[in-house]
Nanobody, 124 residues
Framework: QVQLVESGGGLVQAGGSLRLSCAAS????????MGWFRQTPGKEREFVAA????????DYADSVKGRFTISRDNAKNTVYLQMNSLKPEDTAVYYC?????????????????WGQGTQVTVSS
């Protein structure tokens, strides 16, 4: 069992930056691929970024490529999402997720554990 707790969300003006963190419980964090997703009311959960167990594989949604950076620190059981040049359309609840199986970063159903989410609001 892995528990994930996101933090770092908030209100920011367009063009600003935020850094999300996701802290994981347990000793097996390094065995999980980690992903970030986001969701707005009435829409499906959307893939944002993912990183493999050792950070050798990284994937980004086209909408965030060049603006967001995912990273992880296995010694701290934490995955990060650095978000720069934020746009109003980035407004959403952001979730981190853990996948203990094969590398399928964009498939929501492949993730085994989810955090509770953190709200990011970008004002224009």
């Amino acid at each position: 069992q892995v528990q994930l707790v996101e933090s770092g969300g908030g209100l920011v003006q367009a063009g600003g930056s935020l850094r999300l963190s996701c802290a994981a419980s347990g000793r097996t964090f390094s065995t999980y691929a980690m992903g970030w997703f986001r969701q707005t009311p009435g829409k499906e959960r959307e893939f944002v970024a993912a990183i493999s167990q050792r950070g050798t594989l990284i994937d980004y949604a086209d909408s965030v490529k060049g603006r967001f950076t995912i990273s992880r620190d296995n010694a701290k059981n934490t995955v990060y999402l650095q978000m720069n040049s934020l746009k109003p359309e980035d407004t959403a609840v952001y979730y981190c997720a853990a996948d203990r199986n094969s590398w399928s970063p964009r498939v929501v159903g492949r993730y085994d554990y989810w955090g509770q989410g953190t709200q990011v609001t970008v004002s224009s």
